[in-house]
């Protein structure tokens, strides 16, 4: 695929162009080579070569994660003989989907990260700590070590868990930047202080976190960014937003005002519930149509999650539409007691509770037919008093307090990484 990294820097009016070149490839693409797509222009009566300028995609109608489960393999633009790595989606809201890339869509899947990585200020001087898995059909921990090739810095695959052989690797290769899930921060500090190891000291200035939000939709730090700021405040802290249906990655810049759309490798549209564009300043779902895909390429996918975006000049240079944190995601909305609330909302509250040492979130519909909540608290505490205010916490900051249960902190655990799981799992659906 072509490579500009220079058009994020360029005028609105030049990205917009450029996307609109682009997107008539995309749709002369898929409408060749998708036996899905050609079916949906075919019964919509939509002519391909008509769909020339982004406002022209609302006559499309989205793409949805059912469509993908439902017609998987028909989304498959390329001979069998072609696809050069398999992945799967994470499964979060339903059975996992099978992505194919060829070679060319590896490279892209490079750039991207190469473009992610120089956003956060990483370059060839750095060394990076990959604490995230390169296994289980898990396409970020390949397009992380791809980007850092890309780019040219040292990595070292270190994989997830275990502080021990995180620090020791760390001290060993001067590690100057990590690639994690945030909250395993919080172990590394506590093993670091636990193990005398001047962790305000070490080589390690910047980490790029995934899976987990650190800064509230509005820019500002959550509790979990709080706790890990306030106890490493020598660390720069990054949030990267993605997903496999993508195959893009939206990075902060050192402003940390967002998420920057990388804008030629993929075009986002944000809709209401009605599939209408929203304007900034209100909650949309993320849809993308990809640029430069060759295996798999999407048009209009839904992507479930809801966020805000920005588009006015950033102060880095950049002109690109930007992200706020995922506010939640559209299949794991709670309808409580007349509250309509988002799982890290939920998150956000206990992560800031000292004696909560883990928890998971379960919904299930009730006897009569509405939404429950229950927090599965793991804790040394398990008295009535703690498990009030608990509720009282609940209440004070969505107005509505779930069912609290207490089991041991070594239980939780294990509930939330099951041996299959690639991601630590806080939100349990069961309705």
Not at 237 to 259: H, I, K, P, V
Request: charged letters at 25%; one cysteine or more; proline letters at 5%.
């Amino acid at each position: 695929m072509e490579r500009n990294p220079k058009i994020q820097f360029a005028s609105p009016a030049e990205i917009r162009a450029y996307q609109e070149q682009k997107l008539q490839e995309t749709i002369k693409y898929v409408a060749e080579r998708s036996p899905f797509y050609k079916r949906m222009f075919e019964q919509n009566g939509i002519d391909p070569t008509s769909i020339r300028t982004l406002d022209d995609l609302q006559r499309i109608p989205v793409t949805t994660k059912n469509d993908l489960q439902q017609f998987n393999n028909d989304f498959l633009c390329v001979d069998p003989i072609d696809v050069a790595e398999i992945v799967t989606t994470s499964g979060t809201l339903g059975n996992p989907v099978s992505f194919s890339l060829t070679d060319g869509d590896l490279n892209r899947l490079a750039y991207n990260e190469f473009l992610s990585f120089s956003t956060t200020g990483c370059s060839r001087s750095d060394m990076m700590q990959l604490m995230v898995t390169l296994d289980k059909r898990f396409m970020a921990g390949l397009a992380y070590y791809l980007g850092c090739r890309e780019l040219g810095m040292g990595v070292c695959r270190v994989g997830n868990g275990i502080p021990e052989l995180q620090w020791d690797t760390i001290n060993r290769i001067k590690a100057t930047c990590a690639m994690c899930v945030p909250s395993f921060l919080i172990k590394l500090i506590d093993y670091a202080e636990a193990n005398g190891i001047d962790y305000h000291n070490s080589t390690l200035k910047k980490c790029v976190c995934i899976g987990e939000a650190l800064r509230t939709p509005e820019g500002e730090y959550n509790t979990l960014g709080k706790i890990i700021s306030s106890r490493w405040p020598e660390l720069k802290l990054y949030d990267t937003y993605a997903s496999t249906e993508m195959q893009a990655s939206f990075t902060d810049c050192e402003y940390f005002n967002g998420g920057h759309v990388p804008v030629d490798i993929i075009i986002v549209e944000f809709l209401d519930e009605n599939n209408q564009p929203v304007g900034n300043g209100e909650a949309g779902e993320v849809t993308i149509t990809s640029i430069g895909v060759e295996g798999m390429p999407l048009v209009r996918f839904k992507t479930g999650d809801m966020v805000y975006h920005h588009d006015e000049p950033c102060p880095c240079g950049r002109n690109t539409t930007r992200l706020s944190s995922v506010i939640g995601r559209k299949g794991q909305m709670i309808k409580y007691k007349g509250t309509t609330l988002y799982p890290p909302a939920l998150f956000d509250i206990l992560d800031g509770m000292k004696d909560v040492k883990n928890y998971i979130v379960e919904v299930y519909t009730n006897e009569i037919g509405t939404d429950e909540i229950k927090v599965r608290v793991g804790s040394l505490r398990n008295d009535d008093g703690f498990a009030k205010q608990i509720k009282d916490m609940f209440r004070s900051r969505v107005r509505v307090a779930p069912q609290v249960s207490f089991e041991s902190p070594e239980y939780i655990a294990k509930l939330q990484m099951p041996p299959a799981s690639r991601k630590v799992i806080k939100f349990v659906d069961l309705r």
